[in-house]
Nanobody, 118 residues
């Protein structure tokens, strides 16, 4: 199993920056991908960014503003969020796709609130 602990959320003004961290523990060697999802009030959960050995993915609304990275030595993923907008306000969840052979398991963090004021 993989456990994920997030940190770094909070309040920012529009145009400001925040950095989210996601520390993984447990079977970290089995992690094939890590990502960040968010859920805004009244909206569906959406994948914001993801990182694998092959590369990165970003939803169109954050391209050029958010950067996902991963420090394998620290088993930690980061989401650097710049030029924040009020519409970025949401609970952000760290996610890890964990592979045990051909079996995939999903691990989730507890969520961290990001609030952007205009």
């Amino acid at each position: 199993q993989v456990q994920l602990v997030e940190s770094g959320g909070g309040l920012a003004q529009a145009g400001g920056s925040l950095r989210l961290s996601c520390a993984a523990s447990g079977d970290t060697i089995c992690i094939s991908a890590m990502g960040w999802y968010r859920r805004a009030p009244g909206k569906e959960r959406e994948l914001v960014a993801a990182i694998t050995k092959s590369g990165t993915y970003y939803v169109d609304s954050v391209k050029g503003r958010f950067t996902i990275s991963r420090d394998n030595a620290k088993n930690t993923a980061y989401l650097q969020m710049n030029n924040l907008k009020p519409e970025d306000t949401a609970v952000y969840y760290c996610h890890a796709a964990v592979l045990y052979g051909l079996t995939r398991s999903d691990s989730w963090g507890q969520g961290t609130q990001v609030t952007v004021s205009s």
